[in-house]
């Protein structure tokens, strides 16, 4: 048997093979270019201390969780009580840093008085600006930040349970041994 | 908060006085417009990932487009803004891949496939030839 | 009640499939069986779709499937539509059609072939079906309740999908690639027996035509569909589920010549097995596409790897058989090549070669950012720009062959009398291309006038053809006929393609009413913008007064619609055709004081996009009845 009839099968099971790898990877999750960069530099104003403005200088010396959330967010509002969860729970690690994208800072600072705020500082970005220059591009999402103010790990998409219990929570426990 | 560089286009014909329609991204010459054209036809919209830059009105896709828009004005060249776009969302947001070494079957494959299939024919069909003529002088 | 009894009707269905399937081996039994079998099948494989259509109609809620696609203000055309909307639903009607394509052979060809061969054929074709009607049956159950009753609501049919093109294009894409199972089944036989009946090329003929015609209609259908919806006057993206369906296209009209050449000729016969397989596994391919979630794309259905795994597997047991089958026993039909060099048996090769050739392009360009995902590295994205710029040279060799060949001799061709009979048109061509544009008034562009002298090629060769033929019989054949309507059909495309592509031009403006935006010579006034109601939406409906000079006015109406089950929106273009031109105008987003940003588009040539796909049908109709007229000959 010639062995160049049997190529269309070879040619077939490197298709089958393909698919069956492709099957269990997600498409449409964009991995972030900004992973062990430090964090873009911002100066917003900050949502809980009105006046004052808010930097990437905020994040050096501990591990930060940089949410971005929004009013107008469905899933934003499904992580919610997770946030509230883990922000709350004694010792607490790292610090919730909240990024309110594209929203309106009134609306947010109610929805936040009746549902709870979960973050230690919010940055107001109105105009998502400062949101693209973290490549941002669904919410909500969360950067995980080490000491030094770098981004290690991007999360798109709510936080679960399963994400915090499998991949945050030792991520963060990494970065706070971390020198 | 945007502002925009308005110049209304004087058109060759008027139409009993009626006030003409402004264009949303207004260029100072043709070129800079076929720049924004391109650019935004050939960047992937992230949000709805099935269209382009141009197509696209998620939220995102507007305000990537004024970026490309205010840059165009601000002189940068194609290639800082793409590299801008690049450096936040990776090589995703490039509808036309980049040529490089994970890349280059992509490109160049199409045209090898046709030449070794063409080549692998004319091989064939030349080698049986002399192969049956062969046959036959024997 | 009625959910129920298509559930039911959907396990009897499951058992003649089986029956036709495994028939068992006495022959005579075996074949005995066939007819009720298949027939069986399909009464009940009709039944379940009636009634999952009458779920539909009913807006039976508690149907699960029916409450993910439809609404209660729904209108009537589009209930039944979403029956197929989704990936339970259309997988019925895939379902269906295979039967009812199995059917046809029974009845229209059961006489053509020896007995036993049809009987294999039937037989496999049971294999298939009773693998889709069991994936159906168990992971992907269209008739699932969920008690107790849920909200009479209903999530609703996607804004995009209401429209009569979800009624046409995906019955008539479901006739194509399912009806390509035929011509597998039947090279699969062949291998097997080791044997092909002296008219086996004739007799398959017409099981390839017509899926090939149908699968044609319904990409056009598409195209139309996305055009007159999308907003921005697109009819093609490269998106991977549309390059899913032209993949088994392209691989079918290699099918079709290859097919030819063995009915004239008696050759290629390994070669044209070869093809059919390979083309059922692209249909294939493409219903695995659609349904796994392993590709982005608008046109995927919700979906669910654990269905993705059940039917790679299944995929990966049908069509590894089938190319261990050609690998094994191929060698019974492998005849050396007895043409020279120059022929049009080696033209119609080339002519595989390079459909293969586009298969495999499109095929890497889609698959490639899966690859590069597997192995860790970049993700990428492979789009538009990409499959235009390495399409076009893979392609217009193919379309200079199509003006040659019918000129080319069997068997033996002396270039130097092609030469002399083509050089006149092919210099006709030349200027055409560079010279007609100018003419009708638009600036000069490269890709243009090389598309149009492609176009033209083909269009001037093939009346060449056309004439000399009448020249000489005084007659042209049903054959004849249809080769030249559907080459005409893929000049009119291509022109209709370059031209568009080439001259389209475009404006994005912010209007209010009473201003008037200019493009391409033509006024557009927005007379008025009001809101208006629909079925099931509500609308901001603008009004535009479109004219050329001191023309006559023309009127032309665009939507921005939300629609009442979640107040999603959706922007309705208006649109004004005619044979060389279309204006397009889509709404955008209201601005302030009344304001509007609005988008028009001069689109010409786009009617002859969707003429050149409705030739390929008329051609596909003519070759069927040449088959009809060889059978009454014989």
Redesign the interface.
Known sequence: MKIRFLLPLLLFMVVIGILGRGLRLHPNVIPSPLINHPAPAFALPSMLHTGETTTDKNFLGHVTLVNVWATWCYACAQEHPFLLEISTAPQRDFMLYGLNYKDDPAKARDWLKQHGNPYQQIAIDETGDTAINWGVYGSPETFVLDKKGIIRYKQTGPITQEVWAQTLKPLIEKLRNEA | ?KKFIVMLFL?C?F?NA????????TFQNAQDQQRFDTLT??L?C?????Q?L??S?A??AI??RF?IYKKILQGETNKNIVDYL?????????????FNL??F???L???L??LS??GF??F???G??Q??LHVDVA | MVPELGNFALIIALAFALIQAFSPVASRVRVTLNYPAVLGQFVFLSFAMLCLIASFLQNDMSVVYVQEHSHRLLPFMYRVGAAWGGHEGSLLLWCLILCGWTLALLIFSGKELAVMTISRIISLLGFISTGFISFLFFTSDPFRRIFPLTPAAGEDLTPVLQDPGLIFHPPMLYLGYVGFAIAFAFAICALIEGKLDKNWAQTLRPWVIMPWSFLSMGIVLGSWWAYRELGWGGWWFWDPVENASLLPWLSATALLHALIVSEKRNAFKGWTLLLAIVTFTLSLLGTFLVRSGVLVSVHTFASDPTRGVFLLAYLALVIGGAFVCYGVRIKHFYHPPAFELFSRETLLLINSVILLTAVATISLGTLYPIVLDALDLEKISVGAPYFNLVFLPVILPLLLLMGIAPHVNWHNQSFKALWKKLRGVFLLCVSGGIALPLLAGFEFKWLASLGLAFALWIMLATGQYAYQLWQQRKSVSWQNAAMIVAHLGIAVLALGITLNKAYSEERQVKISPHETVILAGYQFTLEKIAETRGPNFKSETATFRVQKNQGTPHYLTAQQRIYDSHEQSLSKPGIIANVWRDLYLALGAPLDNGAWSVRIYYKPFVRWIWSGGFMLLIGGFLSLMNSLSLRRKA
Not at chain 2, 46 to 50: A, E, H, S
Not at chain 2, 87 to 92: D, H, K, Q
């Open positions: 908060m058109c014909t139409l009626a006030h003409a329609a402004e264009d949303m991204f036809t050939e992937r992230l949000v709805c990932q099935n382009n141009a197509e009105n939220p995102l305000d990537l970026q690049v450096a936040r969302y990776g090589s995703f947001i490039l509808y036309s891949p980049p994970t890349t079957i992509l490109w494959g199409p045209l496939v046709l299939g063409l024919l004319l064939y069909l030349r049986n030839k192969r049956t």
